[in-house]
T-cell receptor, first 111, second 115 residues
Framework: GESVGLHLPTLSVQEGDNSIINCAYS??????FIWYKQESGKGPQFIIDIRSNMDKRQGQRVTVLLNKTVKHLSLQIAATQPGDSAVYFC??????????FGPGTRLSVLP | NAGVMQNPRHLVRRRGQEARLRCSPVKGHSHVYWYRQLPEEGLKFMVY????????ESGMPKERFSAEFPKEGPSILRIQQVVRGDSAAYFCASSQSESYSYEQYFGPGTRLTVT
């Protein structure tokens, strides 16, 4: 079946450094991926998405990289700020309209 | 959260009672999704609805759980005869259409505690 997982459950970075959060997926037929940010007590917030016909997509301070060969997705956050502290989920579009979420990585930004 | 409203935010029920969770999507959105999240875990898809129709309920338990999205009013996720294992955060998301981006806007969630 489909599964989406993360290599690192927790990540601590110094404020101002770049963060890289990784995600592995198992369904090679998946054609769409999203990164979400979830702060404590809140719902997930869309960060950036990417389709399988792209290798890279950039947003404001964030970049998503997709490596279809090894079924790997990463989220890069430039100049990490305290407000970036949250749990980050990758999600893979499943069959139909539902999404398969990974277990999440907790990002902790150190002062 | 782009305007998705969920209520109540916190709900406590004793075993055997019914839980009714409400979700008002972003104005103009006709697609609603329900997800369940256990502590320290990712979201698990439950059901996808369009106005008056259930499109995909493959993630929803066959017994005790039901969902609706009437022509007027919020979407409702109903859990009958709740058990302790139903304790979780339930999130609703909405989207405008089956668009290129598939972007789903999430509500703040309802945290259900079964005692």
């Amino acid at each position: 079946g489909e599964s989406v997982g993360l290599h690192l459950p927790t990540l601590s970075v110094q404020e101002g450094d770049n963060s890289i959060i990784n995600c592995a997926y198992s369904n090679s037929a998946s054609d769409y991926f999203i990164w979400y940010k979830q702060e404590s007590g809140k719902g997930p917030q869309f960060i950036i998405d990417i389709r399988s016909n792209m290798d890279k997509r950039q947003g404001q301070r964030v970049t998503v990289l997709l490596n279809k060969t090894v079924k790997h997705l990463s989220l890069q956050i430039a100049a990490t700020q305290p407000g970036d502290s949250a749990v980050y989920f990758c999600a893979e579009k499943g069959y139909g309209q539902n999404f398969v979420f990974g277990p999440g990585t907790r990002l902790s930004v150190l002062p | 959260n782009a305007g998705v409203m969920q209520n109540p935010r916190h709900l406590v029920r004793r075993r055997g009672q019914e839980a009714r969770l409400r979700c008002s999507p972003v104005k103009g959105h006709s697609h609603v999704y329900w997800y369940r999240q256990l502590p320290e875990e990712g979201l698990k898809f439950m059901v996808y609805l369009q106005k008056e129709n259930i499109i995909d309920e493959s993630g929803m338990p066959k017994e005790r759980f039901s969902a609706e999205f009437p022509k007027e009013g919020p979407s409702i996720l109903r859990i009958q005869q709740v058990v302790r294992g139903d304790s979780a955060a339930y999130f609703c998301a909405s989207s405008q259409s089956e668009s290129y981006s598939y972007e789903q806007y999430f509500g703040p969630g309802t945290r259900l505690t079964v005692t």
